[in-house]
C-alpha cells in the first residue's frame, strides 16, 4: 500500500502532461473532422500513416526509456564523458539508420500508395513526403527524451508534444480551403512541428542536463547492443496498436470514409486510456523495477494486482458511458462543417464497440510492464502475434464486409491477448491473478452488467446531447460508487483501515 501511495505523486504529475497533450491531440482531431468530415482526403491522410507508424514503433515508440535507460545505466559509476560518448555514438548511428529507412519509404512512395489501393496517388504522396520525414525527428527526438529522463529532467519532453499539435492544429488552419488541402497542412504542420518540439526542444533539455554535444562516430557494438534488447519492445510496441493498423489495412477495402470513421472512433475511446493508464503504467515501471530487482515480491505482486483491479473497476464504468453515450459524444465532438449528422451515425456504431477495447487497452499498460521487469519481453510479443493473426484470420475470413464488424473483429483477439498475459503472469513463481483479484474483477464485471441492464431499459430520449449524458453519467457513477461502499473489494479502498 505504501508502495501506491509513493505513485500518486508522479501519476498525478505524468497525467497532467498526458492530459495536456490528449487536449491538443483531441481539438486536432475535432478540426480535423470539421474541415475534412469523412471522405476520400481524411482516409488518405491514415493510409499515409500506415508506414511511419510503423517506423515509430521501431524507435519502440513510448517503451523506448525502458530500452536506454537500463543501458545509460551501466555508465553510472563511470565519469560523465564515457556515458557523454556512449550516447552520442548510438544517438547519431541510430538517427543515420532511421534517415536511412526514412528515404527509402519515400523512394517506393507510388509503390506504397498501389499496395494501399489508394484512389490519390497524388494527393498521397504529397501527404506521405513530409509524414515519412518526420519519424526521423520523432525517433532522434525520443532518444534524447529518454536521456533526460535518465537525468530525472521531464519538462522539456512533456512540452514536445504540445508544440507538436499545435503546429499541426495551425498548419491546418491555414490550409483549410478544401479537405485535400488540409490534410496537406496536417502533415507539413507535423514535420515543422516534429523537428521544433522533438529536436530543437530537446537538445536544449540535452544541454540543461549538461550533455556536451559533439559529433561522435556510431559504434556498430553499441548499436547491435540496443537492437538486441530493444527489438521484442520494437515487435510488442506494433502488437499494442494492432487494431488500428489492421483497421487501416483493411478499412481500405471497405466504402469511402471507412478508415476516418474508426480514426475518429478511436481517438475519443482511448482518450481515457492516454490519461489514465498510459500515465499508471509509465509512473509506476521504475517502482516495479526496482521492487523485482530488490526481490521483494510480496509486495510487487500487491502493487500490480491493486493497479489491475482499479483500473478495470474505473474502466468497466467509462465503457458504459462511452457505449451508451456514443451517439451523444460524436455529435458534440464533430458534429460540425463537413461532418454531418449522417457521419455521427457511422462513426458512434463504430465507437460503440471500439469502446470496449478500453479495457484490454488499460489493463496491457501494467500487465506488459510487469513482464518487462522481470526480462520477459518475448512472451507478450508471441501472445500478442497470436492476437494479431487472429485478428487477420477473422476479418479475412468474414462474409459480412461492414465496418462494425470489421471492428467487433478486431477488438476480440484484444480482450484474448490481455487475459493470456493475465492469466500467466507470475511473480516469484506465484500467478497475479490470485483468488482475491479474480473476486475483484468478477465484482466489478457483475456491477458492469448490471448498470448495462438497467441502462438498456431505461428510455432516455427527447433531450439534448448534454442532458442524455448527464443522465448516463450519475446512473454509472451512483451505481459504482454505491457499490463501492456497498461490497468489499480487496484490493479497491474507499476507507482507512
Not at 131 to 160: R, T
Not at 300 to 324: C, G, M, P, T, Y
Request: aromatic share 14%; glycine share 6%; no cysteine.
Amino acid at each position: 500500500m505504501q508502495n501506491y501511495k509513493k505513485l500518486i505523486g508522479p501519476i498525478s504529475i505524468i497525467s497532467l502532461a498526458y492530459l495536456m497533450s490528449r487536449i491538443f491531440g483531441f481539438v486536432r482531431e475535432i478540426l480535423l473532422a470539421n474541415w475534412t468530415g469523412i471522405s476520400n482526403a481524411s482516409d488518405t491522410l491514415d493510409l499515409a500513416f500506415v508506414i511511419p507508424d510503423f517506423l515509430f514503433y521501431l524507435s519502440a515508440g513510448g517503451y523506448l526509456a525502458i530500452t536506454l535507460i537500463p543501458l545509460l545505466s551501466r555508465f553510472e559509476k563511470e565519469d560523465d564523458d564515457k556515458l557523454n560518448s556512449y550516447f552520442l555514438s548510438l544517438l547519431n548511428g541510430l538517427t543515420v539508420i532511421f534517415l536511412s529507412i526514412s528515404i527509402l519509404g519515400f523512394i517506393f512512395r507510388y509503390e506504397i500508395a498501389d499496395i494501399f489501393g489508394v484512389v490519390n496517388q497524388d494527393l498521397f504522396v504529397k501527404v506521405f513526403t513530409p509524414i515519412i520525414f518526420s519519424q526521423v525527428f520523432f525517433f532522434s527526438g525520443a532518444i534524447m527524451m529518454a536521456y533526460q529522463y535518465f537525468k530525472n529532467e521531464f519538462k522539456y519532453a512533456a512540452i514536445a508534444p504540445v508544440i507538436y499539435n499545435l503546429s499541426i492544429i495551425l498548419f491546418g488552419w491555414i490550409y483549410s480551403s478544401t479537405p485535400e488541402a488540409t490534410v496537406y497542412g496536417f502533415a507539413l504542420g507535423g514535420l515543422i512541428g516534429s523537428f521544433l518540439g522533438h529536436i530543437v526542444i530537446q537538445l536544449i533539455g540535452l544541454r540543461s542536463v549538461g550533455l556536451s554535444y559533439k559529433f561522435i562516430k556510431p559504434k556498430a557494438m553499441f548499436l547491435s547492443q540496443y537492437f538486441k534488447v530493444s527489438l521484442p519492445l520494437i515487435v510488442g510496441q506494433s502488437i499494442a496498436v494492432m487494431d488500428e493498423q489492421l483497421f487501416r489495412i483493411f478499412g481500405s477495402f471497405l466504402s469511402i470514409g471507412a478508415i476516418a470513421s474508426f480514426r475518429y472512433a478511436r481517438r475519443v475511446a482511448i482518450l481515457p486510456v492516454g490519461v489514465i493508464a498510459q500515465a499508471v503504467g509509465v509512473a509506476s515501471f521504475p517502482t516495479l523495477s526496482n521492487l523485482f530487482v530488490n526481490k521483494k515480491f510480496e509486495e510487487l505482486r500487491e502493487l500490480i494486482r491493486r493497479q489491475v483491479s482499479i483500473l478495470f473497476f474505473l474502466n468497466v464504468a467509462i465503457v458504459l458511458f462511452f457505449f451508451f453515450g456514443s451517439d451523444e459524444v460524436v455529435s458534440i465532438v464533430y458534429e460540425r462543417g463537413a461532418f454531418t449528422s449522417n457521419d455521427v451515425q457511422r462513426v458512434s456504431s463504430i465507437m460503440s464497440v471500439v469502446s470496449f477495447a478500453i479495457l484490454p487497452w488499460s489493463i496491457n499498460q501494467i500487465v506488459t510492464r510487469s513482464f518487462y521487469v522481470q526480462s520477459k519481453y518475448w512472451y507478450p510479443v508471441l501472445i500478442g502475434t497470436s492476437a494479431t493473426v487472429l485478428s487477420t484470420l477473422l476479418v479475412l475470413s468474414s462474409t459480412n464486409n461492414s465496418e462494425s464488424n470489421y471492428a467487433v473483429l478486431i477488438v476480440i483477439p484484444l480482450f484474448l491477448y490481455s487475459l493470456v498475459l493475465l492469466f500467466t503472469l507470475k511473480i516469484g513463481n506465484e500467478k497475479i491473478l490470485n483468488r482475491d483479484l479474480a473476486i475483484d474483477l468478477s465484482i466489478s464485471t457483475l456491477i458492469g452488467s448490471v448498470v448495462f441492464t438497467f441502462i438498456r431499459f431505461l428510455s432516455v430520449s427527447g433531450n439534448s446531447n448534454i442532458m442524455n449524458l448527464l443522465i448516463y453519467l450519475t446512473i454509472i457513477a451512483l451505481a459504482f460508487i454505491v457499490s463501492l461502499n456497498v461490497i468489499k473489494m480487496k484490493y479497491i479502498k474507499v476507507r482507512k483501515e
